[in-house]
Nanobody, 127 residues
Framework: QVQLQESGPGLVKPSQTLSLTCTVS??????????WNWIRQAPGKGLEWIGY???????DYNPSLKSRTSISRDTSKNQFTLQLSSVTPEDTAVYYC???????????????????WGQGTQVTVSS
């Protein structure tokens, strides 16, 4: 059973960079055909896909967040990370990491169809 656990600061000041790590256990982030996603949910809003890193290290981002987002991975630690720069209060959300095995990259219709999710971590952007 794959388990994911998000970690990082719960409070970030405006204009700073939000940094989160997802630690994976019970499976490897290099396992073929697995896509490792970051997803968030702001208060009162729906899920928003942020981006993914796949089993080969390929990365894709939500175009609306791409200019501020960086996703990377550390295969030695079985972790992948999210950095979101120049944050504003609108970036306040619960941030999730999630994964599933797919035959190809996730698409707008399948971003949220993941077999395994972390419990989520609240990040508040406030001075």
């Amino acid at each position: 059973q794959v388990q994911l656990q998000e970690s990082g600061p719960g409070l970030v000041k405006p204009s700073q960079t939000l940094s989160l790590t997802c630690t994976v256990s019970g499976g490897s982030i290099t396992t073929n055909n697995h896509y490792w996603n970051w997803i968030r949910q702001a208060p009162g809003k729906g899920l928003e896909w942020i981006g993914y890193v796949d089993f080969s290290g390929n990365i894709d981002y939500n175009p609306s967040l791409k200019s501020r987002t960086s996703i990377s991975r550390d295969t030695s630690k079985n972790q992948f990370t999210l950095q979101l720069s120049s944050v504003t209060p609108e970036d306040t959300a619960v941030y999730y990491c999630a994964t599933r095995r797919r035959d190809g990259p996730p698409t707008p219709g399948t971003y949220y169809e993941n077999d395994y999710w972390g419990q989520g971590t609240q990040v508040t952007v406030s001075s």
